[in-house]
């Protein structure tokens, strides 16, 4: 089996990115909506407290916000980005000379929600890539378009739907409601501390993921090494806690190899040789669950 393709004051022009002003493609902000914006946390790691400011940007459109920390300029430079919520990546890339988000991650919650983080000096995710709330995506910086010269500082925005600017929603954190124009806030992010790659062990990297809706993710590892595949699922609800959970891998010709039990962060590791084997895989976390068809055959 061979590695598939899974996987601010600033002078943004804060440009739609993509997206279509159709009103009538905008979905109803509805209890579903409502439940969903009170799971955002704040994007930075357990306990760090960052100051946002909403109005010292002449860019901003609506309810952005440019995050900092430190009493220097440069201070935050190269400080841990994480996602407010889970996800899917739909966009991970430098924007270059189209507007001023320079390096962007932009994720997509589901039920019409994406969180925006702009200006990062790296990113550590992939479009595509499914995402748990705290998981690291990036670092803080001070990337723009050519010619804008910007402090080192976190852009963050939510939208709802794609009738830009309309669509920016004012920010939720914790289930508490960013107190605009500014407020410092202590990040309660802190959330699940695995990552799949921890749970295979060295060697394995992941080469496909699948979201569980706003329950978990399970991931397809591969350990070029050794030709061995590894599935686990990873908690976002109830972390800590045991609770229902399953990975499984089924290796073409094999039978299927299963953990399932009450867990309080994982199921998994699940490991089986693959190498040239198409394989079957997914998981069950909450009341979702995901299983692929037999792929990543060579």
């Known amino acids: ?128 890539q499914a995402v748990s709330q705290g998981q690291q995506i990036g670092t803080v910086g001070n990337t723009s378009k050519p010619g804008n010269n910007i402090s080192p500082h976190l852009h963050y925005e939510v939208r709802l739907g794609t009738n830009y600017p309309d669509n920016i929603q004012k920010a939720v954190f914790n289930g508490v409601t960013f107190g605009y124009p500014q407020q410092s806030v202590t990040s309660k992010n802190c959330g699940n501390p695995h990552t799949p790659t921890e749970v295979c062990g060295s060697g394995y990297d992941v080469i496909d993921s699948a979201t569980l809706g706003s329950d978990g993710a399970v991931y397809l590892l591969y350990n070029s090494s050794n030709g061995n595949n590894c599935v686990t699922t990873l908690k976002y609800k109830n972390v800590g806690t045991a609770t229902a959970t399953t990975a499984y891998l089924e290796v073409a010709g094999s ?44």
């Not at 995050?67 to 991970?92: C, E, K, P, Q």
């Not at 040239?276 to 909450?286: P, T």
């Open 1 to 128: 089996m061979k590695l598939g393709a899974a996987m601010v004051a600033g002078l943004a022009l804060l440009l739609s990115l993509g997206t279509t002003s159709v009103a009538a493609a905008d979905p109803v902000p509805g209890a579903d909506a409502q439940i969903l914006a009170t799971n955002f946390q704040l994007p930075f790691p357990c306990n760090q407290t960052w100051t946002g400011n909403s109005s010292n940007s002449s860019a901003h459109q609506s309810w952005e916000i440019d995050f900092n920390r430190g009493s220097t300029a440069d201070a935050d430079l190269g400080d841990t980005v994480v996602a407010a919520a889970a996800g899917t990546v739909v966009i991970s890339a430098h924007q270059g000379s189209t507007n001023g988000y320079g390096n962007l991650v932009k994720i997509d919650h589901g039920g019409g929600w994406t969180s925006y983080y702009a200006h990062l000096n790296s990113r550590t995710v992939s479009e595509g």
């Open 255 to 298: 039978t299927r190899k299963t953990d399932s039990g009450n867990f309080a962060y994982y199921a998994g590791p699940v490991i089986a040789s693959a190498s040239g084997k198409c394989v079957k895989w997914g998981g069950k976390a909450g009341a979702s669950t995901y299983d692929s068809p037999l792929e990543h055959c060579d």
